[in-house]
């Protein structure tokens, strides 16, 4: 297929990779990102989301390169670039011929380290590069003008790379000329990530209250933190993957727009494990559970609300999401150290309590009154009564953290 020129037109749509995971239809567009998003589609690095009549609405991270989620920008484009099997074969090309270089200069040594550090990784690729080649005669034995001739034939070499060399590799130049920056770049960058098999979850800030930036207006806008997601869960949906607003247009904004957040909110993995702790808090002293508390201490801030179970410490909520997460069958991302900074847990609950799911009640949040009650009416059928079996698995997940003595 054919290739865009330079990965540098595409930074728009790495930073938001990084950042979210997905980039949608109406998303692509706007970037100017569509050749790029095909490219990658191709690679087997992005994975089409398609609607009703097989057109794609948004491409995610497949499981193989969702972990690109805790990568900087550099290291995300960076990494895409090297999964294009057209630049890959590239490169190859240029580590072969570097090698065989280094083997009739007879550095032993430097070859002994290259292939047990930076080319690690890359060995079976190298060998399934090398045995077409050889022929039955290995490359070290050639003549140069020979090898050169046998490299410059290949079809690898006949694509005007120097953009992606520019980008990638940090350097432009003839072939030759780039092993050692290949060496370093290309061979590093190829170590497998982890591979995802649940559909992801990533915790970003959202501007859901006024403190952090919310408006009406300007929230009903197509934005990334507002933007339907299908492979990496991340926002709170108010438009659709098209650019479409997802709730009635006609009715009050102040009125629709805050009650709508509240419903998308519950679909958030990171948010759904907040609210339903709420809940069951709401549930216990009712019910056979034992009872639940969050608890915010008078000398702390609102990011070091803690899980109380039995009226026992279990740990902090930002120690705890990570798993509570994993209860519902999501992978986490955005954590720290396995834990969520004080900064995403402080804008987590200030949007809880602006949309008015959560309140304070002395040092404890607890369910707001007009939510609890939709529990019982609006949301009996699609929060209440599906969070309960949620609920029993993040509850035996917070009695086997009291059982270790809590949280780390």
Known sequence: MSLPARPNDAVALFEHLAQWGEV??????????????????????????????????????????????????QQVGRRLCF???????????????????????????????????????????LNAFLAPLEGGKRLVDLAPTELEARLVDLPERSRPFAGWDSYA???????????????????????????????????????????DGFGLGSASMPRPWNTQRF???????????????????????????????????????????VIHLGICAWRSPASTMPTVELYVPASGGLHDVSVLVGSRGVGRV?????????????????????????????????????????????????LDDDYQSSLMAARLRTVFRPGKELQKRMLEELALRASEGGAA
Request: glycine share 8%; charged share 25%.
């Open 318 to 366: 930002a120690e705890l999401l990570g798993d509570l997460v994993r209860a519902q069958g999501y992978a986490p991302f955005g954590l720290v150290d396995g834990r969520v900074s004080d900064e995403l847990m402080g804008n987590l609950l200030r949007n809880l309590l602006e949309l008015r799911i959560l309140r304070h009640q002395d040092e404890l949040l607890v």
């Open 24 to 73: 949608s239809a109406y998303e692509a567009e706007d970037l100017g990102a569509g050749p790029w998003v095909s490219v990658f589609e191709n690679a087997g690095a992005l994975e089409a989301i398609q609607d009703e009549h097989g057109r794609p609405v948004a491409w995610h991270l497949t499981p193989l390169f969702v972990h690109l989620l805790e990568c900087d920008v």
């Open 231 to 273: 492979g990496v869960l991340s926002g709170a949906p108010i438009v659709d993957a098209r650019g479409q607003r997802m709730f009635d247009e006609d009715a009050p904004l102040n009125e629709v727009l805050p009650e709508h957040l509240r419903d998308a909110v519950v679909e958030h993995p990171f948010y759904a494990a």
């Open 169 to 211: 590799l940090g350097h432009s130049a003839r072939p030759k000329g780039l092993f050692e920056f290949t060496l370093r770049r290309f061979g590093p960058a190829c170590v497998a990530l982890p591979i995802a098999v649940e559909t992801a979850a990533v915790l970003r800030p959202l501007p859901l209250n006024r403190e």
């Open 83 to 125: 999964a294009v099997p057209e630049y890959r074969a590239y490169l190859l090309s240029i580590l072969v011929e570097g090698l065989v270089d280094a083997g009739r200069a007879g550095m032993t040594v430097e070859l002994e380290e290259w292939t047990k550090g930076d080319l690690a990784p890359l060995l079976a690729e």
